[in-house]
T-cell receptor, first 113, second 114 residues
Framework: TQLLEQSPQFLSIQEGENLTVYCNSS?????LQWYRQEPGEGPVLLVT?????EVKKLKRLTFQFGDARKDSSLHITAAQPGDTGLYLC?????????????FGKGTHLIIQP | DAGVTQSPTHLIKTRGQHVTLRCSPI?????VSWYQQVLGQGPQFIFQ???????GRGNFPDRFSARQFPNYSSELNVNALLLGDSALYLC?????????????FGSGTQLSVL
């Protein structure tokens, strides 16, 4: 059973469209992070959210942490080809610091010119 | 400033062999974590070391072991390799123990077991 479920797994859209990626769990997380990974590279941290209901913006990317700290979403406005990549959510479970980060399987995003 | 460096970048082994992967954290970082990323999956936590002591261990068999040296670099060892061990092995460093701190990942070692 996957602790963090990401949806959709694959998404291919045209440049300029908007999209939302979801990260859901039945567990509570003390913090949740979003990473972007390109082929042949390690994941690069985009944002960390720690407070239930928190919203953070990074240019055209908006991240939200659910009120119950069990889910998160990533919204991209006016997607560009440079946004193409694997988007991973990862959480630190409450009391689970020794367990490291729990990652979802990721959303493969392709933005077509 | 140099980021997290991992060596080798690619490795091919056969079943039953053992392998040692190496990681140098960002200067000043005292924590190193290891993750396994199988094709099509997200990274899965293997170990965390902080100040040269094991601070966390994921659900991996005893064939997997690691250590951290006085200079905070780290090695991941895998014995009796299985085909299923084929994966990208990622090392990540952070200034302190894993919490809300930022993890910096290396580019990984791609291990293929034939």
């Amino acid at each position: 059973t996957q602790l963090l479920e990401q949806s959709p797994q694959f998404l291919s859209i045209q440049e300029g469209e908007n999209l939302t990626v979801y990260c859901n769990s039945s567990s509570v997380f003390s913090s949740l992070q979003w990473y972007r990974q390109e082929p042949g590279e390690g994941p690069v941290l985009l944002v960390t959210v720690v407070t239930g209901g928190e919203v953070k913006k990074l240019k055209r990317l908006t991240f939200q942490f659910g009120d119950a700290r069990k889910d998160s979403s990533l919204h991209i406005t006016a997607a560009q080809p440079g946004d193409t990549g694997l988007y991973l959510c990862a959480g630190l479970r409450v009391g689970g610091g020794a367990d490291g980060l729990t990652f979802g399987k990721g959303t493969h995003l392709i933005i077509q010119p | 400033d140099a980021g997290v460096t991992q060596s080798p970048t690619h490795l091919i082994k056969t079943r039953g062999q053992h392998v040692t992967l190496r990681c140098s954290p960002i200067s000043g970082h005292k924590s190193v974590s290891w993750y396994q990323q199988v094709l099509g999956q997200g990274p899965q936590f293997i170990f965390q070391y902080y100040e040269k002591e094991e601070r966390g261990r994921g659900n991996f068999p005893d064939r997997f072991s690691a250590r951290q040296f006085p200079n905070y670099s780290s090695e991941l060892n895998v014995n009796a390799l299985l085909l299923g061990d084929s994966a990208l092995y990622l090392c990540a460093s952070s200034p302190g123990r894993v919490g809300v701190e930022k993890l910096f990942f290396g580019s990984g070692t791609q291990l293929s077991v034939l």
